[in-house]
């Protein structure tokens, strides 16, 4: 899939002629209602008329909290220079070419608020990567006002509307800062220029928080995302922004669309820090603290690639308003890190899709990977997609669906290792994240206490009782099945099994 393959994928046809009501029937009228009589009462049976209503009233999905005004387009990344010794990614290996989408926003203000109110800006890109869609889900600043997020609503709430007036208060924003004194570095920057960038063009983008980047060595390294504008710097002073507010609250939305419009197409550069894995100890600074950045002098930039945004949305609610963004959406070779932020927001944005748009949010167009997804889960509201009727629908099975990379196939009892997918391991203080079998203890098997069970509680006619039930419960099984229940009843006890076969022989 290319990125124009993205930007389309959900698109309707072109049509022309006579308009249709949902279900395909042929619209009457798009004018005049159904009345009894030519003045008379509208009647409900102008089916038409009622879905027309009815669907009106849907149009909206409730909108983000936070970073609800905002605007994307759509592009690709070009990976220019080898970073292969520190991540083994697929999408930054040399000269791949992969699509993104990239939505910009402000923090604080509603949907129709004005672009230009100081705040900070979001900056989240979206990798559509072979190995799943990869997101970064950062800010126009390095840093951020805390650093665990267990403060976060409180700090957004001191920054939206207050409960009694739905008016803002400055009060609230300055009581929340100067009580959370952490936040001193990012208020600097956001009472500073990067609290007005002019145009979401000319301004920098920030991963912020300290990732893990894992080479094909399985070696770790910690990495700093920065975005750099090709286009330039450029900031409204605090006098222009609240003029621009006034006269077009959406003067950066305009200014993106009608650049990529007229083939002018904004560029950033990808540049990293890398800080290797042991160094995070030592560093004068706690490289998880995301009110901190590193010193450049100590990491400096490493060239990666760039990325160009040249499509524009082919439709605003499909696949900007819908477009959602997880730093959970991560891939191989790229992982989170101890930063008790990054953690928090792990669970918060799935979380908040799920609310916001529904469950089956990642079926839509704009949200799917670009290769076909093999999952268990199933149904839920709006399920579009479905299984092909000959798969299971659970795990472990007889059949060929497949499971995680480190289970055996076979049983549940297997996919012990690593927290592969997490990556923050080793940790030197000595918990690693795992995945441990359940403690055993000198006599836990799965079968002895059963077969106990079945020896020495049951009496003959209990036992007869469970090969009946066993066997009546059996009828339907495919042969490779009976074998399984064989073999089963066979570890709980050899008699059992014996009359197991016994019986359902018969019963078959
Ligand atoms: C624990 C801390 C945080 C929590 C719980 C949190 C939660 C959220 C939530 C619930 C949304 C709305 C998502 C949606 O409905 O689509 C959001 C949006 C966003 N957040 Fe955070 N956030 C946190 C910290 C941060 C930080 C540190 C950054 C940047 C470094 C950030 C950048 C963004 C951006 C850019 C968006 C808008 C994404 C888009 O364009 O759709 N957030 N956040």
Redesign the pocket.
């Given at each position: 899939m290319n990125t124009n393959d993205i930007v389309t994928n959900g698109m309707g046809p072109e049509l022309t002629g006579t308009t249709h009501q949902h279900g395909g029937r042929p619209v009457a009228s798009e004018n005049v209602s159904i009345t009894a009589g030519p003045q008379g009462a509208t009647v409900l049976n102008d089916i038409h008329l009622v879905e027309k209503l009815a669907h009106f009233n849907r149009e909206r999905v409730p909108e983000?909290?936070?970073?609800a005004k905002?605007h994307?387009a759509f592009g690709e990344l070009h990976i220019t220079h080898d970073v292969s010794a520190y991540t083994k990614a697929q999408l930054f290996q040399p000269n791949t070419v992969t699509p993104v989408a990239v939505?910009?926003?402000t923090?604080a203000g509603e949907q129709g608020s004005p672009d230009t109110w100081r705040d900070v800006h979001?900056?989240?890109v979206r990798f559509y990567t072979e190995e799943g869609n990869f997101d970064i889900?950062?800010?126009n600043?390095p840093t951020?006002f805390?650093r665990d997020?267990m403060k976060?609503?409180d700090f957004i709430h001191s920054q939206k509307r207050m409960g009694p007036t739905g008016l803002r208060s400055a009060d609230a924003q300055w009581d929340f800062w100067t009580r959370t004194p952490e936040s001193a570095h990012q208020v600097t920057y956001l009472m500073g220029d990067r609290g007005t960038p002019k145009t979401s063009r000319h301004q920098d983008g920030?991963?912020?928080?300290t990732f893990q980047w894992l080479n094909a060595k399985g070696e770790a390294f910690w990495v700093k995302y920065h975005f750099k504008t090709r286009q330039g710097w450029d900031c409204f002073t605090d006098e222009e922004a609240q003029e621009m507010a006034g006269k077009n609250a959406d003067y950066q939305r305009e200014d993106l669309f009608n650049a990529i419009e007229r083939g002018d197409y904004p560029i950033w550069d990808v540049k990293v820090q890398i800080m290797p894995f042991a160094e995070a100890e030592t560093y004068r600074y706690n490289p998880f603290d995301?009110t901190k950045t590193w010193s450049h002098k100590d990491y400096p930039l490493i060239d990666v690639g760039y990325f160009v945004l040249n499509r524009n949305p082919v439709n605003y609610f499909a696949q900007i308003e819908q477009?959602?963004?997880d730093p959970a959406n991560l891939v191989p070779g790229v992982g989170l890190s101890p930063d008790r932020?990054?953690m928090?927001?792990a669970?918060?944005?799935a979380?908040?899709?799920r609310y916001?748009i529904g469950p089956n949010y990642r079926q839509l167009p704009v949200n799917q990977p670009v290769h076909p997804v093999n999952t268990y889960a199933h149904q839920g509201p709006m399920a579009y997609q479905f299984n092909p009727a000959s798969a299971p629908v659970y795990t472990p099975n007889r059949f060929d669906k497949g499971a995680g990379y480190l289970d055996d196939g076979v049983s549940s009892n297997s996919g012990y290792g690593a927290a592969d997918e997490l990556f923050i391991n080793p940790d030197p203080h000595g918990t690693d994240l795992g995945r441990a079998p359940y403690v055993a203890h000198p006599e836990d098997d799965d079968f002895g206490q059963a077969g106990i069970l079945y020896r020495e509680v049951m009496d003959d006619g209990a036992k007869d009782r469970l090969a009946h039930n066993i066997t009546n419960a059996m009828v339907g099984v495919s042969p490779e099945t009976e074998q399984r229940c064989y073999w089963y009843w066979d570890q709980v006890d050899p008699q059992l099994g014996a009359e197991v076969r016994k019986r359902f022989a018969a019963k078959k």
């Open positions: 983000r909290n936070p970073h905002g994307g939505r910009f926003s923090v979001g900056f989240a889900v950062g800010n600043t951020f805390l997020g976060f609503p920030f991963g912020s928080h995301l477009l959602a963004f932020m990054l928090a927001r669970f918060a944005y979380d908040a899709h916001r």
